[in-house]
């Protein structure tokens, strides 16, 4: 079966900066959650963040591949450092997603971790920019097809593609 990996807020758990939840009601993941494909997962709590935290965001909005790189720091509005901290949790989402065969993920759109086509720009003033976070852009580099959470459409599609070329009728 193809399971995929899931931002955890978007399940109902109470993980992100806030301490909230972004759970979602689209009816495709409901029926996935059903079938057993979902791996839950938050990068930023596995990497060590409590919650509730500071929001961060990556300097300049540079991207999720500029972090990885070194060219770019994750920061809090106070100018506190959580880079490493996004760094690990990208790389045990990685883990994860490699040892559960992951080949999809639904991911948060706009966090500094998970957003796939938009972050916040780094000024800590609620604007975004075109970009990656750090997870998306470890996983995409790995193979991983990330989607967000207003893309559940396309990811079916994908993951139906997935499922023609295996044959497994899962």
Same mark, same amino acid.
């Given at each position: 079966?193809? %399971?995929?990996? @899931?931002?955890?807020?978007?399940?109902?758990?109470?993980?992100?900066?806030?301490?909230?939840?972004?759970?979602?009601? *689209?009816?495709?993941?409901?029926?996935?959650?059903?079938?057993? %494909?979902?791996?839950?997962?938050?990068?930023? @709590?596995?990497?060590?963040?409590?919650?509730?935290?500071?929001?961060?965001?990556?300097?300049?909005?540079?991207?999720?591949?500029? @972090? +990885?790189?070194?060219?770019?720091?994750?920061?809090?509005?106070?100018?506190? *450092?959580?880079?490493?901290?996004?760094?690990?949790?990208? %790389?045990?989402?990685?883990?994860?997603?490699?040892? %559960?065969?992951?080949?999809?993920?639904?991911?948060?759109?706009?966090?500094?971790?998970?957003?796939?086509?938009?972050?916040? *720009?780094?000024?800590?003033?609620?604007?975004?920019?075109?970009?990656?976070?750090?997870?998306?852009?470890?996983?995409? +580099?790995?193979?991983?097809?990330?989607?967000?959470? *207003?893309?559940?459409?396309?990811?079916?599609?994908?993951?139906?593609?997935?499922?023609?070329?295996?044959?497994?009728?899962?």
């Amino acid at each position: 079966m193809e %399971r995929i990996l @899931v931002s955890a807020c978007l399940l109902g758990s109470r993980v992100r900066y806030d301490g909230g939840a972004k759970t979602s009601d *689209d009816e495709l993941l409901a029926r996935w959650r059903a079938e057993g %494909r979902l791996v839950r997962f938050c990068p930023e @709590v596995e990497g060590g963040l409590p919650v509730p935290r500071p929001p961060a965001e990556i300097e300049g909005g540079a991207g999720g591949a500029a @972090v +990885l790189a070194g060219e770019a720091r994750i920061l809090t509005p106070e100018g506190d *450092d959580v880079t490493a901290a996004f760094v690990s949790g990208a %790389r045990q989402a990685l883990a994860v997603a490699q040892s %559960r065969g992951v080949r999809v993920a639904i991911l948060k759109e706009g966090s500094p971790s998970c957003g796939s086509l938009r972050i916040y *720009d780094g000024s800590h003033r609620g604007r975004t920019t075109p970009g990656q976070g750090v997870t998306t852009a470890l996983l995409e +580099l790995n193979g991983i097809r990330v989607f967000g959470e *207003d893309r559940i459409p396309e990811a079916a599609q994908y993951l139906a593609s997935l499922v023609r070329e295996t044959g497994d009728p899962t």
